[in-house]
């Protein structure tokens, strides 16, 4: 297809790169701007003006090509790219452990003590009452211990690297034994073949997909065997003609032909939701008392502290693991450390630690607390008085998210949102895009969602103001 005279012409009129810097170079705010970033961000405005003129709804006009017009989309262009990268977002998806928007929020205390020591010199490693080295995990292994009744314990960067860390320690070279129906994938490439793979460790698998016994497990026992391994499924479930074999079942085996048992938890947990009326998942203390030699775990998803895997287990096992090379490049910071060790100190007092962590304070809100959320989202809303906007409450669930719990629905009360004249994608789109907070939601029945139980009750005027510009600027 050939290009219509319209489309010659405003190529034509479109200006070149030298002559768009002499404009801007007539301009005090560019004058601060670095050459490089000025020179990339005409380019690209340029190039991206080009192809709108190419496509095939062109909404280029030639208004839009005069100098001033063109350096006011600069300017912006410019302002976009020097603001921050990772930002701020509203998470009204309701799914309370979202990988992609952080996981975990940290609670006040974790934040508080992160800053005091990321901002001064710390003891990290650093022994105070010898004067020597310490070791940098002494801050989070005593209490670690305290709370799940293990003997000794580790922390590296997350639970993938945990995983690797216990496999590449105990079964490099050796097989390890897992269930079929175990060997699961996890969002953002983490399957349990391929870490084992990478650890050096051979794996045995053992079962049907639905249905695994313990004389698989038996069967499968030979003198290269290194390690008997149980996952948890994690972000999957398994529902009707099923079997496995519990981890004190796997523990009782290990014994009797002398392999070491390990079980990677995922999410982990310190709390008995089921006390909460939620279901039941299994505790660290659970897999620690059956007797497992390692139990790994992340530090973000239940837990609700930051990024970390944990390793709990026999001391002498740990001690192995702490010598192995692999740590120092698995090894946490000191900003991990200190929101690791206020986070923990709050599982002292388990009640507490539900009011106090964000992630278990959403999990386990009340219907009737998230109803008053929405209703008062709702008015705040209707209060800007646009004619354009319908706001319905509906009785949808949010979800755990994180590999946790993935049956469990949490009934929930949220905002249906649509705008006249308005498609629901445009309106997400919007929000998510083009306000100062991105306020991310999801869509159903072609309404806008919003889910107050991740949201939090300051963040209501920041949505408002959202809406506020949305009716303003469309
Ligand atoms: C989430 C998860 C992991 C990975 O944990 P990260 O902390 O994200 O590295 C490993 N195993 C299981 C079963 C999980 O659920």
Same mark, same amino acid.
């Given at each position: 297809m050939g290009l219509g005279s319209k489309q010659q012409n405003l190529l034509r009129m479109l200006p070149g790169v030298d002559r768009m810097l002499e404009a801007a170079r007539a301009e005090a705010f560019f004058a601060a701007v670095p050459q490089i970033l000025l020179t990339e961000s005409l380019r690209e405005v340029i190039a991206s003006l080009r192809e709108e003129i190419l496509s095939e709804e062109a909404t280029v006009g030639s208004d839009d090509l005069n100098i001033k017009t063109l350096l006011d989309r600069i300017r912006e262009h410019v302002k976009q790219r020097l603001s921050p990268k990772l930002k701020r977002v509203i998470n009204g998806t309701g799914v309370v452990v979202h990988t992609n928007l952080g996981r975990s929020l940290l609670s006040e205390m974790a934040v508080k003590n992160l800053v005091a020591i990321g901002s001064r010199y710390s003891n990290l490693e650093f022994d105070l009452s010898k004067g020597i080295r310490g070791s940098r995990y002494a801050a989070v292994e005593e209490i670690l211990c305290e709370i799940s009744g293990g003997e000794a314990a580790m922390v590296v960067n997350n639970n993938a690297g945990a995983v690797l860390l216990c496999l590449e320690t105990l079964a490099s070279g050796k097989k390890v034994i897992v269930s079929r129906g175990e060997l699961v994938e996890i969002g953002g490439s983490f399957r349990i073949p391929d870490v084992m793979a990478k650890s050096g460790a051979i794996l045995k698998e053992v079962g049907t997909t639905n249905r695994t016994h313990r004389h698989d497990y038996e069967g499968a026992i030979e003198n290269e065997t290194g390690l008997l391994l149980k996952v948890h499924q994690s972000n999957y479930s398994m529902v009707g003609f099923t079997a496995s074999v519990s981890l004190s079942e796997l523990v009782e085996l290990g014994r009797t032909y002398h392999i070491p048992v390990m079980e990677d938890l995922g999410s982990g947990t310190f709390i008995d939701l089921s006390k909460y009326g939620l279901m039941k998942e299994p505790t660290v203390q659970e897999s620690v008392a059956a007797g497992a030699d390692a139990v790994t775990f992340s530090g973000?998803? =239940? =837990? *609700? *502290?930051?990024q970390a895997g944990i390793i709990i287990g026999k001391k002498e096992l740990l001690d192995r693991i702490k010598k192995n090379p692999l740590t120092r490049a698995l090894r946490i910071d000191k900003l991990t450390l200190a929101a690791l060790e206020s986070t923990l100190s709050l599982y002292r007092d388990k009640d507490s630690a539900v009011a106090s962590i964000p992630t278990l304070k959403m999990i386990t809100t009340s219907l009737k607390d998230i109803t008053k959320r929405a209703r008062s989202l709702q008015r705040e809303l209707k209060k800007l008085g646009s004619p354009r906007l319908r706001v319905i409450l509906m009785d949808l669930s949010s979800r755990v998210g994180g590999g946790a719990l993935p049956m469990l629905n949490l009934p929930s009360k949220c905002l249906g949102i649509r705008i006249e004249g308005m498609s629901a994608n445009v309106l997400e789109r919007f929000m998510r895009e083009k306000t100062e907070l991105p306020v991310i939601g999801r869509i159903e029945a072609d309404l806008f969602i919003l889910d107050p139980r991740t949201i939090q009750d300051e963040e209501i005027p920041i949505i408002k103001n959202a809406f506020s510009d949305l009716f303003q600027r469309t």
């Open positions: 973000d998803k =239940l =837990l *609700g *502290g930051p």
